[in-house]
C-alpha cells in the first residue's frame, strides 16, 4: 500500500524556516517524481513544487521561488521542503503527492504550517 | 499561467440524479501527443484530494464508473451519474500541460 507521511510541521514567526519531511513506502521512491502542494485554511489547492524521480529537475511556484527548497533523500525515501523567509500567506496545508505521467495519484494526509507573531 | 475556471453545481444536489462539473482552460491542454493533461480530484470533507480522471477522460484505479470525464482542448465536464453520499465534496479540476494549476473548486452538496 502507498503512504505518504508528512511532519516537520508547526507554528513560526514571519521571517524564521522550517522544513517539512514527507516519509514514503509501499513504492520504490526513486522511480517517481514527487510534488508538494499546499492548501491555505479554507482556499483550494496551490501548486508548490516538483522534483523529478533522481533530482535532475526541480520546479517551484513563482511565489515560493528562492525561498523554499524541495529536494529528496532516495535512501531514505524521504522527500523534503525546506521553507525559508516564511510569511503569512505561507500559512497552510501543506501536502507531499506523488506524480505519475502527469497527474497526481498519491498525496499524503498534509502537515500544517502556520505563519504567525 | 493557465487559469482553470469551474462553475458551480445547483446545490444540493437530490440522491440519484446525475450531476455535471464544467471546467474552462485559458489556453488548450491538448499536447501534440494526442493526450489532454486535465484531471480531476474529489476532496472528502477533512480528506486529502484523491485522482477520480486523468487525461480528460480515463478513470483512476477503483474509480467508480459513475464517474466519467469529457471535453475539447479547453471546456471539460466531470459527469457523476446517481449521485451518492460519498460523492459529497469539493471537486477541482486541475492541468499539468504546463507548470501544475487547478481550479478553485466545486462544492458538491446532497439533498
Known amino acids: 500500500e502507498v503512504q505518504l507521511v508528512e511532519s516537520g510541521g508547526g507554528l513560526v514567526q514571519p521571517g524564521r524556516s522550517l522544513k517539512l519531511s514527507c516519509l514514503a513506502s509501499g513504492f520504490t521512491f526513486s522511480n517517481y517524481g514527487m510534488n508538494w502542494i499546499r492548501q491555505a485554511p479554507g482556499k483550494g489547492l496551490e501548486w508548490v513544487a516538483s522534483i523529478s524521480s533522481s533530482s535532475s529537475y526541480i520546479y517551484y511556484a513563482d511565489t515560493v521561488k528562492g525561498r523554499f527548497t524541495i529536494s529528496r533523500d532516495n535512501a531514505k525515501n524521504t522527500l523534503y521542503l525546506q521553507m525559508t523567509s516564511l510569511r503569512s500567506e505561507d500559512t497552510a496545508l501543506y501536502y507531499c503527492?506523488?506524480?505519475?505521467?502527469?497527474?497526481?495519484?498519491?498525496w499524503g494526509q498534509g502537515v500544517m504550517v502556520t505563519v504567525s507573531s | 499561467d493557465i487559469v482553470m475556471t469551474q462553475g458551480a453545481l445547483p446545490n444540493p444536489v437530490p440522491s440519484g440524479e446525475s450531476a455535471s462539473i464544467t471546467c474552462q482552460s485559458s489556453k488548450s491542454l491538448l499536447h501534440s501527443n494526442g493526450k489532454t493533461y486535465l484531471n480531476w480530484y474529489l476532496q472528502r470533507p477533512g480528506q486529502s484530494p484523491q485522482l477520480l480522471i486523468y487525461w480528460m477522460s480515463t478513470r483512476a484505479s477503483g474509480v467508480s464508473d459513475r464517474f466519467s470525464g469529457s471535453g475539447s482542448g479547453t471546456d471539460f465536464t466531470l459527469k457523476i451519474s446517481s449521485v451518492e453520499a460519498e460523492d459529497v465534496g469539493v471537486y477541482y479540476c486541475?492541468?499539468?500541460?504546463?507548470?501544475?494549476?487547478f481550479g478553485a473548486g466545486t462544492k458538491l452538496e446532497l439533498k
Open positions: 503527492a506523488r506524480h505519475e505521467l502527469r497527474y497526481f495519484d498519491y
Open positions: 486541475q492541468q499539468f500541460l504546463e507548470y501544475p494549476t
